[in-house]
T-cell receptor, first 113, second 116 residues
Framework: SQELEQSPQSLIVQEGKNLTINCTSSKTLYGLYWYKQKYGEGLIFLMM?????EEKSHEKITAKLDEKKQQSSLHITASQPSHAGIYLC?????????????FGGGTRLMVKP | DVKVTQSSRYLVKRTGEKVFLECVQDMDHENMFWYRQDPGLGLRLIYF???????EKGDIPEGYSVSREKKERFSLILESASTNQTSMYLCASMGPGFRAINTEAFFGQGTRLTVV
C-alpha cells in the first residue's frame, strides 16, 4: 500500500457541484503539496501547506491540513469543466535525510457540463 | 518560461536497448527527481539527487540508474529496457531545504516511453 492514500480514486461530478478530495498519511507530513495534471502532461503546482490547521485558497480551490498534519483535503466549490484532471497530493514523509517527495495515487476528476 | 525540460515527449524503444532520458532545469536547484507514473499507482519515485554526483534510491530503483554530473542535468538510464518499463516518466526539481517554507517542486512535461 502507498504511504499517501488518496480518496476517491476517481470522481464524476455535475458542473456547479462542490467536491472534496482527501489525502491521508500514517506519518506526520512535513510539507503537503497539491498538484493538478492534465492528461499526458506535467504537474502544475496548486498550493503547499506546512502548518497544522493551515488553510489556503486559490480561486475556487481550498486546501486544508489537519492539526495533526496527517491528513489534507482539497475542496472545489462550484466545479467547472476546467477543473477536470488528475489531482495529486505529495509530501515529505521524513523517510530520508534528503529531500524525498512522495506522492499519492491521484484522483481523476471529471466534470460533466 | 520553461523551467524543467525533458528531452523527449514521446519515445519508442526496443526491448534490450539502453535508454537515456534527460532532464535539465534552469533554476539552479539542488534537488532533482525521477518518477514514473502508471494508472492507479500515482507517481512512484525512482531516484533522486540532492547534489552533483549524489544520488539516492527511491521506491522502485530496480532496472534504472541515474547520473548527475552537472547541477542542471539529471539523467535516467534504463540499462536494458523491458516492456514493463513502458510508462510516463516525469522529472522534477526543487530548491534547497525541502522542509523549509515556500519550496515547491517544478515538473517537466513528461516523457511517454513505450518499450516494444
Amino acid at each position: 500500500s502507498q504511504e499517501l492514500e488518496q480518496s476517491p480514486q476517481s470522481l464524476i461530478v455535475q458542473e456547479g457541484k462542490n467536491l472534496t478530495i482527501n489525502c491521508t498519511s500514517s506519518k506526520t507530513l512535513y510539507g503537503l503539496y497539491w498538484y493538478k495534471q492534465k492528461y499526458g502532461e506535467g504537474l502544475i503546482f496548486l498550493m503547499m501547506l506546512q502548518k497544522g490547521g493551515e488553510e489556503k485558497s486559490h480561486e475556487k480551490i481550498t486546501a486544508k491540513l489537519d492539526e495533526k498534519k496527517q491528513q489534507s483535503s482539497l475542496h472545489i466549490t462550484a466545479s467547472q469543466p476546467s477543473h477536470a484532471g488528475i489531482y495529486l497530493c505529495g509530501a515529505d514523509l521524513g523517510n530520508n535525510a534528503g529531500n524525498m517527495l512522495t506522492f499519492g495515487g491521484g484522483t481523476r476528476l471529471m466534470v460533466k457540463p | 518560461d520553461v523551467k524543467v525540460t525533458q528531452s523527449s515527449r514521446y519515445l519508442v524503444k526496443r526491448t534490450g536497448e539502453k535508454v537515456f532520458l534527460e532532464c535539465v532545469q534552469d533554476m539552479d536547484h539542488e534537488n532533482m527527481f525521477w518518477y514514473r507514473q502508471d494508472p492507479g499507482l500515482g507517481l512512484r519515485l525512482i531516484y533522486f539527487s540532492y547534489d552533483v554526483k549524489m544520488k539516492e534510491k527511491g521506491d522502485i530503483p530496480e532496472g534504472y540508474s541515474v547520473s548527475r554530473e552537472k547541477k542542471e542535468r539529471f539523467s535516467l538510464i534504463l540499462e536494458s529496457a523491458s516492456t514493463n518499463q513502458t510508462s510516463m516518466y516525469l522529472c522534477a526539481s526543487m530548491g534547497p531545504g525541502f522542509r523549509a517554507i515556500n519550496t515547491e517542486a517544478f515538473f517537466g512535461q513528461g516523457t511517454r516511453l513505450t518499450v516494444v
